[in-house]
């Protein structure tokens, strides 16, 4: 078993998509912390499912590749995507692996099958953040401890602590506010004269990872 394809051009992802029958994609950010704490499991997973052209493992750097990223709808790190025939059948956001194990569980069993009719038909369930809950089962009574729930908000913690995601991420090229104004001259200071030029408020950026959703 082979371990996860890093993609490197549109061309290249291209030809994974149409070549492959089911294929796995990490989204992630060389400064991102939670994608660090749950790349390794995420290659265990591709050691162990990897099949030529029935299962296949990417990896997308946001910042290298951004057009794949923003062609899927990439807005936070990590973000999972599964594909079966092309079509993304499923999403799972945030450093969660055992939402992300089960996703893949269910892809596999689809790699022997035509990606032909509906997209996603085998994935009942809408796509999972972290953190989220499951939905709720039809006829189901009394509160359930969610503890995946619970290890998943601990991950993000320890991410916040470990990692310094917003300072890389506002130097990211990702960082779409950082290219809107590239080039641009700091204002100058109000009329009248006095104060000089007045300094530009600083700006977060758009492009946040999970982490940084958890510190606000």
């Not at 162990?48 to 899927?72: G, L």
């Not at 997209?119 to 401890?145: I, M, N, Q, V, Y």
Request: charge should be positive; include cysteine; glycine fraction near 12%.
């Amino acid at each position: 078993m082979s371990g996860p394809i890093s993609i490197g051009s549109v061309a290249e992802w291209q030809s994974l998509l149409s070549g492959t029958n089911v294929v796995v994609a990490d989204f992630y950010a060389d400064w991102c912390g939670p994608c660090k704490m749950i790349a390794p499991h995420f290659e265990r997973l591709a050691k162990e499912h990897s099949r030529p052209k029935k299962v296949a493992f990417a990896k997308v750097n946001v910042d290298t590749q951004s057009a794949i990223a923003r062609t899927n709808g990439v807005s936070a790190m990590p973000t999972f995507k599964i594909f079966h025939g092309g079509n993304c059948v499923d999403t799972i956001k945030g450093a969660n692996p055992s939402a992300l194990s089960e996703a893949i569980g269910k892809a596999v069993k689809l790699s022997d099958t035509a990606g032909a009719g509906k997209p996603g038909d085998a994935f009942k369930t809408p796509g999972r953040t972290l953190g989220g809950e499951a939905p709720a089962t039809r006829g189901a009574t009394g509160p359930s401890f969610n503890f995946s729930g619970l290890l998943n908000i601990l991950v993000v913690f320890v991410g916040l602590y470990l990692f310094d995601a917003r300072k890389a991420a506002e130097s990211s090229w990702f960082n779409v506010h950082k290219v809107a104004t590239n080039g641009r001259k700091t204002p100058s200071g109000p009329a009248g004269g006095q104060g000089g030029a007045a300094k530009a408020p600083a700006q977060k950026p758009a492009f946040r990872t999970l982490a940084d959703l958890g510190s606000e």
